[in-house]
């Protein structure tokens, strides 16, 4: 294991935890610093793949390394934020609730396919706890005229936190856990409402990903480039790429 982790310090670059903080009872905010990140291509949408098991003893090979979305980044100052929900209770929440400042992180970013894109008229954010914070990223970036509409749920609602500057531009929902009934009698609520190119991203919950998929694409006949989805965990897997 001692290899694995040398090979992975090569691979990942080495950060500095500059502040944590809580945002609810289940997330955590983690802003890291280094120069590197001044320098960095950086497109709405990336994620970084966090090596929580070189800091973490005795995690098996499986849970190495979990995916976290840029919440927020600042390149003047070198920094980035991340919220990390821990609802999981895996490798990854427990590195995010004993991370102190101060500490070194290491992470390689990834691109991914769930982006900003800026060519429709009218969007619709759809996720949960976990995808909170890529979902605030995706709105930051969306060009001031678009309109917004979103569904935003966790099974208590005081979980889903404010955005980096406090604003909370979201629809929040109580919920249970893959309440795909409750989100499909909303989308039909809204999607009357949208006006022009419409597109919806989701993030979060693989099976609720997978179930609103087929529904815009078979129930509302969207087209594939209408529809982003990102399965940010799934109850039968640990630690989606
Ligand atoms: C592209 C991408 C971006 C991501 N961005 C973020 C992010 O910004 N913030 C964030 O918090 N997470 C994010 N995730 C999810 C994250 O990578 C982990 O999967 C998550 O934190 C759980 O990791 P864990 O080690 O705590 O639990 P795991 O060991 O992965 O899972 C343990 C158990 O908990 C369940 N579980 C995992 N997550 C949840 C949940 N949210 N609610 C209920 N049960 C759950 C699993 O199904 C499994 O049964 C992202 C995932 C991807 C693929």
Not at 209 to 228: G, S
Request: with cysteine.
């Amino acid at each position: 294991m001692e290899i694995l982790k040398t090979i992975l310090k090569r691979f990942l670059k080495e950060n500095v935890i500059e502040s944590k903080q809580k945002l609810s009872d289940s997330a955590y905010r983690l802003c890291i610093k280094s120069e590197a990140i001044k320098s960095v291509d950086f497109v709405p949408g990336y994620f970084l793949r966090v090596g929580v098991g070189i800091t973490d003893e005795g995690l098996s090979m499986k849970d190495f390394v979990r995916s976290y979305s840029v919440w927020n980044i600042d390149q003047t100052n070198g920094t980035i934020d991340l919220a990390i929900a821990t609802q999981g209770n895996g490798p990854g929440a427990n590195w995010a609730k004993q991370r102190k400042t101060g500490d070194t992180v290491y992470f390689r970013w990834k691109k991914g396919k769930f982006l900003i894109e800026n060519s429709a008229d009218s969007y619709l954010l759809i996720g949960d706890l976990s995808a909170l914070a890529h979902l605030y990223m995706i709105r930051r970036n969306l060009t001031k005229e678009k309109q917004v509409e979103s569904i935003l749920y966790s099974q208590h609602k005081n979980e889903l936190y404010a955005d980096i500057d406090g604003s909370r531009p979201f629809d929040f929902y109580e919920m249970p856990q893959n309440p795909t009934g409750e989100i499909i009698s909303k989308i039909k609520e809204i999607v009357p409402t949208m006006t022009g190119r419409k597109m919806v991203y989701i993030g979060g919950d693989s099976r609720v990903c997978v179930a609103l998929n087929n529904y815009f694409r078979k129930e509302l006949h969207w087209e594939a480039n209408q529809i982003k989805t990102k399965p940010f965990w799934n109850p039968d897997k640990k630690g989606l790429e």
